[in-house]
């Protein structure tokens, strides 16, 4: 779960803080949100979908990133560690950093109790502003769903749920075709 911390600071002071922190926060507009560890099926899953990803995109100028990997969803503003994201072509960082990623083509959230409606709600709405962001995927860790969102080519969100461990989706921007037999491969539902 997120937990606020109350003082308003800085985009640079947050950054200066991470530099030295023991766990991941993020970053929204003055406030610093601590991340919480995950659960071993949460961290299951996202490895998952990280194998997968990296299997099919072999060969391909993409990169898979863990949650590790900052991403600017609002220049100064708002900084997330989502559970993956990709990026192809060129890593584009945000101004004077070479930490945080400004141009993710595809997000991946493992949803939690405590953060799926932010996932889906807040989170979601702020990550369609970033202008590369193209496909968000949100996969429940506790039963088998999957909710594909992809950008047509009007600009408009369309949504596909998946909710048999024998379907498959395309990730249409990345050119792949993800099973949930793989997302949830170890996974006891």
């Not at 937990?3 to 610093?32: N, P, R, T, V, W």
């Not at 993409?62 to 590790?68: A, G, K, T």
């Not at 990623?101 to 970033?130: C, M, Q």
Request: net charge negative.
């Amino acid at each position: 779960m997120l937990q606020l911390k109350e003082k308003y600071i800085s985009a640079e002071e947050y950054f200066a803080m991470e530099e030295d922190a023991e766990c991941k926060s993020e970053y929204y507009h003055g406030e610093i949100f601590d991340m919480a560890g995950a659960s071993i099926h949460h961290n299951l899953i996202a490895s998952n979908i990280i194998t997968a990803l990296n299997n099919c995109l072999r060969g391909r100028d993409c990169f898979v990133f863990p949650s590790d990997a900052r991403i600017e969803v609002d220049p100064a503003n708002h900084y997330t560690y989502p559970d993956v994201s990709v990026v192809c072509g060129n890593i584009e960082f945000s101004a004077g950093r070479r930490d945080t990623i400004a141009n993710p083509l595809v997000i991946f959230e493992v949803l939690s109790e405590s953060t799926a409606d932010y996932d889906r709600g807040a989170k979601f709405k702020a990550y369609r502003k970033i202008p590369s962001f193209r496909e968000y995927v949100t996969v429940d860790q506790y039963s088998c769903n999957v909710e594909h969102y992809c950008k047509n080519e009007s600009g408009f969100w369309m949504l596909e749920e998946f909710e048999s461990v024998s379907d498959c989706f395309a990730i249409h921007s990345l050119n792949v075709e993800l099973c949930l037999k793989d997302i949830y491969y170890r996974i006891e539902l």
